[in-house]
Structure formats: C-alpha cells, structure tokens
C-alpha cells in the first residue's frame, strides 16, 4: 500500500509499463530497493514446470509497510494509520499451507497481474462431482489434496515416475453464516471403500473407473487418487461417500508447493517438544534435524518438517497429522499478518507461487473465480478456524501390526452431524439470520394444518409412520402420505410453504423438531385448502425425535485452532 498524489494506491496498481523496457516494475516510491520487473503480457511469455520461463519475481527487501521508504511522505502518521486499515481492507490475502492447504486467494489491480497470475494455474473437470459455482450462499465444503506425486522432480525424493496418491487430504468446511470453519484431516491409510468415479479423458470421452468395494485390508482412502487413473473427482466422491458432505471443490498441489509458499511468506514459525531425527535405520525418512523449542521453517527445510513421522511417538500417519495441524495454523497466520498485507514485494512472490502451485476443478479454475472464493471464505476469523482429525482405530483385523485404521463408528457419526448442521468446534456467539425469524410469530391450531408427507431420505415407512404421528398424536387431521419423494434423497428435512401458511409451518416445526433453517416459504401465494410439503431426509429418526441436529460439538474429538502456537512432537 502506497500513497501518491494524495490517493491511496492498490498494491496490484502499483505495477507500471516501463516504456524503454516493456516490462513491468514497481513504480517509484514503493520501496527503497530496486524495483522489480515482470515481463509484460504478448512479449516474453512465462513457461509452465520448466516449459516455460518463469517471470522474475520482485526480490524481498525495502521496508515493510508497503515501502513507506525513509522520507516524510504528505499526510504524516494519520494518512500512514488510513492507508494501512484501507489495505487490510482492500487486500486480498493468499492463505496457504502444508500439502495442498491453499485454501484462500486473490489478488486485486492491474489487467497484468490478472493475466500473468491466471495462465499460471491448472485445471481438471470433475464433471457432475462438486459445485460450477465459485460462491454459495450455503456452507462451503473444500477438499485440499497434497499428493505425493514425484513426477517432474528429478528423483529427489524418490519412486520418480509415482503418479501421486492422496497422501494428506483436509476438508474444510465453512459454515453457512461464516462465523466458523473446520478442517478435517482424513488419515491416508484409513479402510474405505471408492466409488465408481467418471473421469474425463484427454480427447474429452469419459471413463469410468470401477469402484472398489471395502475389504478387510483394502482400500485404502489414498487410493481414491491416482490408482488405476482416478483423478481428484474420485476423491471428492470418496469423501462425500464417507461423511455424507458434498463436495464443492477441490484443491490440489504438490511437494514444490510446501517449499515455494512458505518461502514466499518468509518462513513458518513452529515449535517442537522434543528433539527431532527422521532417519530410519535404512536410511528413511524426512531427514529432519531439529532441536526441541521454537524454529521458523522455509524451503526444503518446511517440506522435511510436514513430511516428518519416523522420529514421531507412534512414527506414524497419524503423528505426522498433528504436525501438519500447527504448520496450517501458523500459515494462516503469517498470510494474515500486516507485515504480508501491506508488502506489495511479498504479495507478489506469495500470489505467484501459490498460483503457480494450484491444481482446481473448473469451478474455481481462474483468478477471478479463487478471488470470490477467497472473499467469501476470508470473512472466518482464524480463532474460529478448528483444525481436527477423522476419527479413527485401529484395523482390528491386523492384530498388533496397526499399518492401517477404520472409521471410528462410535464418535465419527457425530463429527459428520456437527459439520452437517455447521456446528461449530469453538465457542463462537451465533450470528442471527434471516431464517431464525422464520420460528418466531403464531402458530396455527393444529387442526389448521395442512400438510403431504414424502419420505426423501429417512427409513423405509417413514413418510407413513409420520403421518400416524401426527394424526393420531397431534391432532393433524388434514395430512397425506405422498410416498417416496422424486429425484435424489437429501441429507436434511425440509419444509416447503407457501407466504401465507407461515403460521402452519411454525406450527408443525414444533411439532417436529425443525430448526429454522429446515423451513422454506415460497414466493407465490398458496391457494386456500392446499398442503404444505414435509420432506423427510437422511437425518430423520422416526416421529417426535427433534431433527434440529446437535447442539454442540463431541466433546471427545481432538482440535487444534488456528490463532494459537503451541509445541507439537
């Protein structure tokens, strides 16, 4: 952020044509180090994974705060106060993290910036799994995918010509107000079946691979990429299989990733509780060297720290998550820190590489697209933002060798319940919503109300024992069974009414158990004598039991949150 000319200027904007050169640099007074060039757009044009030159990005350095530089600038401490709130406001923020947690992006300005930043990501057409829309105005749901593919990278680190499974996979859910988020990390090596996945091909046909059934020691959830040619749709399908959460989008990168992002922000702070050496007896392992207590980590260096386990209590998957968690955390907030948003020199590095580092479906597959997104999802407070895991045990099958785990069936349930109904991980005050008015005002005698009851989702004879329920114990006289609704089941029970039968409708959610957000009014008005519609969905139980969902989240899930530091290891 800048001031010049008595306008505060967007740091995007802040990017010039140099007319001798005919590339782009910083504009004068934006920092007190040489200014930056950016080859301009139909000249030298930028390649992609060593196909492509890369455009020279600025070099760090002048002084943070978006180059106020050493002089006296007009508009002295009060202008400086101003055009800082104006960028946290105006700035769009790159948050990212450890294998595939790019979670939020944007940038702002210059036509240059837009195109530069635009060609440099990938994308992939899930087909019908996930969203089309880069927004929603209901929660959000983000499968972040790190493979560990080792293609293009020379060897390094080993099995060069692996395709890359789905080696850490997180999913974020932002709830519907926006008021909190969760991030789901789901062990690797955890026993699940993989649906049949259709898959696009090169020359546009489609594929579909066959799903695999679970067994007793297969498959395993980081199968669902890669194996067998399954591209990330498979995953969001696998996933929305396992939890009942559809799957809006997804995100995926690579090892360079961990080691470009977290050069771009000028390292991740993270502390250790004791002494760490990953190096196996046969030679295995991250090779990370580092001594208890607090490090900041960059480079290779942060690869080797979120790919650590063997020197872990347990050396295993589930270890290595925990330190991912505190790696996640301190990224998001390094991206919201004000010495980042006010540097237009570390915007840039940061937007280049983590644009350079994203694969996406096609619905999020531009910078436009990851800018809405990035808009919408930023409104999370990072002390609201509750890191936790799958819950899972151990493969009873396998007796004491523990290589692989299953869903934990007693406590897994009600962390899917608790993401389906936005339920959120902190203590966080409810924002009130349009929808929470729709329970309050009278409520119609029950012998006014008119109602058809379909079973949408719920057991079998539901639409039937319901309509039972609410004759013989309620007093509904004026209620039908519609039978099986049309089209797909729904997770959620609803309740479709016309403006002037709101009285009807309250009366019945209190009968039912409906929360607010169950309730849908429609926009014509219903003629006298017709019937509401109750659709019963997957999370009906049987007449009189409240489908509100979970007041609170399980109390007996570990969670991390995001604004706090702690030592992990």
Not at 90 to 99: N, Q, S, Y
Not at 169 to 182: E, G, M
Not at 381 to 406: C, M, Q, W, Y
Request: charged letters at 25%; glycine letters at 12%.
């Amino acid at each position: 952020m800048d001031t010049q000319g008595g306008r505060n200027i967007d740091p995007a904007d802040q990017w010039v044509l140099d007319p001798e050169t005919g590339d782009y640099r910083l504009r004068e007074g934006t920092g007190d180090a040489p200014a930056a060039t950016v080859p301009a757009q139909g000249g030298r044009r930028a390649r992609r994974e060593g196909e492509r030159r890369s455009a020279p990005e600025p070099d760090e350095g002048g002084t943070e705060g978006g180059g106020t530089g050493g002089g006296t600038r007009r508009g002295g401490a009060g202008r400086s106060r101003k055009a800082k709130r104006s960028t946290k406001r105006k700035v769009l923020m790159w948050t990212a993290g450890t294998l595939g947690f790019v979670l939020v992006a944007g940038t702002t300005g210059a036509y240059l910036l837009y195109r530069h930043f635009n060609g440099n990501i990938s994308t992939v057409d899930v087909g019908s799994a996930g969203s089309k829309n880069a927004t929603s105005d209901d929660a959000v749901n983000i499968l972040v995918i790190g493979t560990d593919s080792r293609i293009g990278l020379g060897g390094k680190y080993g099995d060069a010509g692996s395709v890359g499974h789905a080696d850490t996979t997180i999913l974020f859910h932002v709830a519907k107000d926006r008021s909190n988020a969760t991030a789901m990390s789901i062990p690797r090596d955890m026993i699940t079946g993989i649906p049949a996945c259709p898959t696009k091909q090169k020359d546009g046909s489609i594929k579909t691979i066959k799903g695999t059934p679970k067994a007793t020691y297969s498959p395993r959830f980081n199968e669902s990429l890669g194996q067998a040619g399954r591209d990330p749709g498979c995953t969001m399908r696998t996933v929305t299989a396992l939890t009942g959460l559809p799957v809006d989008h997804f995100i995926l990168v690579n090892f360079e990733a961990v080691k470009t992002l977290s050069t771009a922000v000028g390292g991740v702070p993270i502390c250790l509780t004791h002494d760490i050496d990953d190096t196996d007896e046969r030679g295995q392992g991250s090779h990370l060297r580092l001594p208890a207590g607090p490090h900041t980590v960059q480079g290779e260096q942060a690869l080797q720290f979120v790919r650590t386990r063997h020197s872990l209590k347990n050396g295993s998957d589930l270890d290595r998550i925990d330190l991912q968690k505190q790696f996640l955390g301190s990224m998001i907030r390094q991206m919201k820190s004000g010495n980042t948003l006010t540097d237009p020199r570390k915007l840039f590095k940061l937007a280049n590489a983590a644009t350079k580092s994203l694969t996406v479906d096609t619905g999020i597959g531009g910078v436009d697209k990851l800018t809405a997104l990035a808009k919408d999802l930023n409104r999370v407070d990072p002390e609201h933002i509750t890191f936790t895991t799958l819950p899972v045990v151990d493969n009873p099958a396998e007796g004491k060798s523990h290589r692989t785990v299953v869903v934990d069936g007693s406590r897994a349930p009600a962390l899917f319940s608790a993401l389906k109904n936005d339920v959120s991980l902190t203590e966080v005050a409810k924002k009130p919503t349009a929808s929470d008015a729709k329970l309050k005002g009278p409520k119609a005698d029950p012998s006014q109300v008119r109602v058809t009851v379909y079973n949408g989702g719920g057991p079998q004879g539901s639409a039937q024992t319901t309509l039972e329920w609410l004759q013989n114990t309620k007093g509904v006289a004026h209620s039908t069974n519609g039978g099986n609704a049309p089209g797909v089941r729904q997770d959620r029970t609803t309740l479709a009414y016309g403006p002037d039968q709101a009285d009807q409708a309250r009366a019945l959610a209190a009968m039912m158990g409906l929360s607010a957000s169950a309730l849908h009014p429609g926009k014509d008005g219903s003629r006298a004598g017709t019937d509401m519609t109750l659709t019963l969905g997957r999370d009906f139980k049987g007449p009189g039991v409240p489908v509100t969902g979970p007041a609170k989240p399980p109390a007996d899930v570990p969670q991390s949150q995001a604004d706090k530091n702690v030592c992990v290891g």
